[in-house]
């Protein structure tokens, strides 16, 4: 079997990889921006405008239980049957789930049942999400040649970015063209309704793929593990449990830099959302940049886990620096702030691409990508947005910095683990 490609299928791939993510993160920020701004006031009683906010937060969370569930689902079959057919099905499972949101009635309207199924809605986006980062990063990597893992490895990365931008761009465009009434009243829904086309875009992409050298070579060898979920625990956990844990300081500092930093910048402190959004959209081409320089610096002169133990000293400096930077009283220190940190962003997550893929065998590679990635997302970011907001509220900035570079030394000390164990 010829397992080369040409430039043109090259282009496709690492295409393929890039817009798929770009769509599950547009999907997955949407929502997030949305909770951030909105959703406390649609879908819970408005009696404590303070509990509100953290009840729309908690329901960021409910979507990274889901991802490890999804993790597993889709890994199974990733591993069994292939990367190909499991990322069109995790991207329609996402896509739907994110599409809905746009028809879903509020509280006014119907009372709690409203929550109950926004939350039920979060849990399709983060059952999709699971299943998706881990084959993206796979289609990437496992077509890289020799010496280029971490740079291809970062196109699946840049989705973030990518999903961001059109997310909260998309936002501040009608934060620009509407009134505030509007926005509240119909104008949230439009960026989830817009999913439905972009989901068709990532389709169509996708299903011109073939299959990655290695899972080929994987059925070659003989019939793939029956249980890859089982395989992955029970000859794998070491790599599992490292794996898991340097990724956890990517999740922190991302939805402190985005959801907690947009809410608490609206809300606390005074800025309108049109100006913070553009802020964020500013500094967020600083995690791109980030994620490039990181790939080039993983391939060129070090490893993948020497990067990210560098970006994680840069996180742990940074949660020093909130307090006189985001609350120095100008938008000005918030954009350097913002900047800073996703540019740290960048190093911290742009070469787990390549370096949680490669701690598994190709036969089990899916699900323990998968895992790692997802079960980091519930401990570094699913309940951040919460516990910085309530951090916020009872001991001041401060307290989220601590947060912060408890996070990111909690990643640095599992990079050490693995440094030793080499």
């Known amino acids: 079997m010829d397992l080369t490609h040409s430039p043109a299928s090259t282009r496709r791939i690492l295409l393929a990889s890039l817009v798929g ?3 599950e993160f547009y999907d997955f920020y949407v929502y997030t921006t949305a909770a951030a701004l909105v959703f406390g006031e649609l879908f819970f009683p408005r009696s404590s405008p303070a509990a509100s906010q953290l009840l729309a937060f908690a329901t960021i969370a409910v979507a990274f239980v889901a991802r490890p569930l999804g993790s ?5 079959f990733g591993d069994r049957i292939g990367r190909k057919s499991t990322l069109v099905a995790s991207l329609l499972t996402m896509g739907l789930s994110t599409t809905l949101v746009a028809f879903l009635p509020t509280y006014a309207s119907i009372g709690w049942p409203a929550a109950l199924i926004l939350c039920l809605l979060r849990f399709g986006q983060g059952f999709g999400l699971g299943g998706e980062w881990g084959g993206a990063a796979l289609l990437a990597v496992e077509n890289a040649p020799p010496g280029w893992r971490a740079r291809y490895g970062m196109f699946p990365q840049l989705g973030a970015p990518l999903g961001f931008v059109t997310a909260n761009g ?8 509407l009134t505030p009434a509007q926005f509240h009243d119909w104008g949230w829904r439009v960026p989830f309704a817009v999913s439905a086309a972009l989901v068709g875009v990532g389709m169509w992409i996708r299903l011109r793929l073939h299959e990655t050298p290695a899972f080929a070579k994987v059925l070659e060898e003989g019939p793939p593990p029956s249980v890859p979920f089982a395989e992955t625990i029970g000859r794998h956990g070491g790599a599992l449990v490292i794996g898991t844990l340097g990724a956890i300081a990517c999740f922190a500092v991302y939805y402190i830099a985005t959801a907690f930093a947009l809410g608490y910048g609206v809300k606390t402190l005074g800025y309108s959302m049109q100006a913070f959004l553009g ?3 500013g500094a967020i081409l600083f995690m791109a940049l980030g994620i490039m320089l990181s790939a080039y610096a993983a391939d060129a002169h070090y490893d993948e886990r020497r990067v990210l133990a560098a970006g994680c000293v840069g996180a742990i400096a940074l949660g ?3 307090q006189p930077l985001m609350g120095g009283g100008t938008l000005a220190l918030v954009f350097v702030f913002l900047s800073l940190l996703l540019f740290v962003m960048g190093f911290v997550y742009g070469p787990l691409g390549a370096w949680i893929p490669h701690l598994f065998p190709a036969r089990v590679r899916y699900t323990g990508a998968s895992i790692a990635f997802n079960v980091a997302g519930v401990l570094g970011g699913g309940l951040t947005p919460f516990a910085a907001q309530w951090l916020a509220a009872h001991g001041g900035l401060t307290e989220v910095g601590y947060y912060l570079s408890a996070m990111a030394a909690i990643s640095l000390l599992a990079l050490m683990t693995r440094a030793a164990r080499a």
Not at 72 to 76: A, P
Not at 170 to 177: K, V
């Open 72 to 76: 597993v689902f889709f890994g199974h």
């Open 170 to 177: 998309l936002f501040l465009l009608l934060g620009l063209a």
């Open 320 to 322: 020093f620096a909130i």
């Open 21 to 23: 993510t770009g769509i």
């Open 279 to 281: 802020v964020q959209l």
